[in-house]
């Protein structure tokens, strides 16, 4: 390889702004971002946040939904088992996740662009550093290409 495509290849890398979904359940993760922004702690503006009433509200379908719409990584945040508003909807999402996971398998994506994890409304710090790494995570995993190519045969055929 020359030196100007190592170049060209760096920059195209350095370029890469991976877009990233972050379900957060209303009670205790979007608190938690609320309380990182207050904290001035910083994420990177790659993530984009939406507010769910509970993380059981997220079906695993707007995940898949989601990495079909152009999404390079997928975040779910929930309250601390035990800690859920609604009592047990954690619950109900690691299970349902778990299934996802398994059918990401299937599908060929890779499992390390989806994670959950859990961040109470004083978590403000957690929320900034959980960000921060899926976000480099998603960074060292590249662009999405497996659904980007599902993405242009859906054109194609349209
Ligand atoms: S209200 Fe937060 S996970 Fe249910």
Redo the contacts with the bound molecule.
């Keep these: 390889m020359s030196v100007e495509m190592q170049v060209d290849k760096q920059a195209a890398e350095k370029e890469f702004r991976p877009l990233i979904v972050s379900f957060c ?5 979007y608190a938690g971002a609320d309380l990182a922004g207050s904290s001035r702690l910083t994420y990177p503006a790659e993530i984009k946040i939406i507010r769910v ?4 509200r997220i079906n695993p379908l707007f995940i898949l939904r989601a990495f079909q719409r152009g999404a390079d990584g997928v975040i779910v945040n ?2 601390h088992p035990g800690d ?3 009592s047990t ?2 619950y109900f ?1 690691r299970r349902r996740m778990t299934v996802l996971f398994s059918l990401l398998d299937f599908l060929g994506i890779e499992r390390a662009r989806t994670r959950v994890e859990w961040v109470s409304a004083a978590e403000g710090a957690r929320f900034a550093s959980v960000m921060n790494e899926f976000v480099e995570q998603i960074r060292k995993l590249g662009e999405n290409k497996k659904l980007g190519d599902i993405r242009c045969i859906e054109l194609e055929e349209n």
């Design positions: 359940c209303n009670w205790c993760s009433p509970c993380s059981c929930g309250c859920c508003h609604y909807g954690n999402t």
